[in-house]
């Protein structure tokens, strides 16, 4: 009987212990569902990637769009951050722009969160932190680390190949997931191709002048620290590139791969009368020669493998004992939507676009990143 009585208990205990565990799982799982709040500069104008295709509503694809307009008459840039949610510099470099941004003439257009429910896991196997910090001086900010690839709670299942629409490119079938492979997208794909849809359509309607893609790459991968361009988009991009390489800030210049579909500067380019162009910044988080990674890891940029890397001239970036940190990378993608900015307005006065607000690389690599994120108190204003 005592004996009974026993097993009676530690199943409980057992069941009790199992019954906290889910709590806490299923806590951490729906809390990747809701977005961290954004604080947009005054005078802007907040829609949803839904307003540009209603089927998206009510969905896990449906992101916010900011739009910022000018007194003065202009061009429209887009700027399109967390296609790949992992690539953290540039979800962040949009979210700066949404909460710092001035525009004088023209309009400026954010979507800081791309491919929306990718936000809402991590990347499979590689064992990452689920969120990192951002000291501001309003106190500390959490922004989720997501995954490359859209939710499998949202499209699945995978395809043994994937076959681009509408250019019948075939590629392994997780790419079917892969936002910046589903461009220009199709109102009757499946999920993925149904946001970049979306996008394509917010492109149309708002008579978008500029894309401007940004991402990050590992900094062993051939097309780092760049800047991609379709063919009609070269001429700006090369005086972009001649501009910050005056500022002592090296990018290198890439022509859109004619043959290669999907991606928004090919797809956008071809698709659209907007010049499209993406940015690339070096992080280690998107390579193979890293360690552990946590969540100081992902903003300092610091590993050292990569500096065994480097020492054996296996990289394609500097990289030495500071790494590359999260206020290089998001100052770089800056630096860059500023040049591409000045150049459109160069090449082409009647869609400028003036853009004010914006830290240079400097500044954010001196004050940090947080200094430019609004304070949570700021909705309360």
């Not at 896990?60 to 399109?80: C, H, K, N, S, W």
């Not at 630096?335 to 607000?357: H, I, K, N, Q, Y």
Request: proline letters at 5%.
């Amino acid at each position: 009987m005592r004996q009974s009585t026993s097993h009676r208990l530690r199943g409980a205990i057992f069941l009790f212990i199992a019954a906290a565990l889910c709590a806490v799982a299923a806590r951490d799982f729906l809390a990747a569902r809701c977005d961290e709040p954004l604080f947009p500069a005054r005078g802007a104008t907040v829609k949803r990637l839904s307003d540009y295709f209603a089927p998206l509503r009510g969905t896990r694809a449906d992101g916010e769009v900011f739009i910022f307009e000018g007194r003065e008459p202009g061009g429209t840039m887009l700027v399109l951050g967390g296609t790949h949610p992992n690539e953290v510099a540039g979800f962040l470099a949009a979210c700066i722009l949404v909460e710092n941004a001035v525009v004088s003439r023209g309009r400026l257009i954010v979507v800081p969160r791309a491919n929306h429910s990718a936000f809402t896991h991590t990347e499979p196997g590689e064992a990452l932190p689920s969120h990192f910090e951002i000291e501001t001086p309003g106190g500390k900010r959490e922004f989720r680390v997501g995954c490359r690839f859209t939710s499998p709670l949202d499209q699945w299942p995978d395809p043994e190949v994937y076959l681009h629409y509408p250019s019948g490119q075939r590629l392994s079938g997780n790419e079917t997931r892969n936002m910046n492979r589903a461009y220009p997208g199709r109102a009757d794909g499946d999920f993925t191709e149904r946001a970049a849809f979306a996008v394509t359509s917010l492109v149309q309607r708002e008579k978008v002048d500029l894309v401007i893609d940004l991402h990050e790459s590992s900094p062993e991968y051939p097309v780092i620290n760049a800047i991609v361009a379709h063919e009609r988009a070269m001429d700006l991009a090369a005086l972009a590139a001649l501009s910050l390489q005056g500022e002592g800030l090296a990018l290198s210049l890439e022509s859109s791969p004619a043959n290669f579909h999907g991606l928004t500067h090919r797809e956008l380019g071809d698709a659209t009368t907007a010049l499209a162009v993406l940015l690339e910044s070096a992080n280690i988080m998107q390579g193979r020669l890293r360690g552990r990674t946590t969540a100081e890891k992902i903003l300092s940029g610091k590993d050292g493998g990569y500096l065994k890397a480097a020492r054996a001239n296996l990289l394609r970036v500097p990289y030495d004992s500071s790494g590359i940190s999260i206020e290089t990378r998001v100052g770089r993608h800056l630096a860059g939507v500023r040049a591409l900015t000045e150049a459109l307005t160069t090449l082409f006065p009647d869609r400028s676009v003036c853009l004010e607000g914006i830290p240079a690389l400097a500044e954010v690599q001196a004050k940090g990143v947080g200094a430019y994120l609004a304070a949570k108190t700021r909705s309360s204003e």
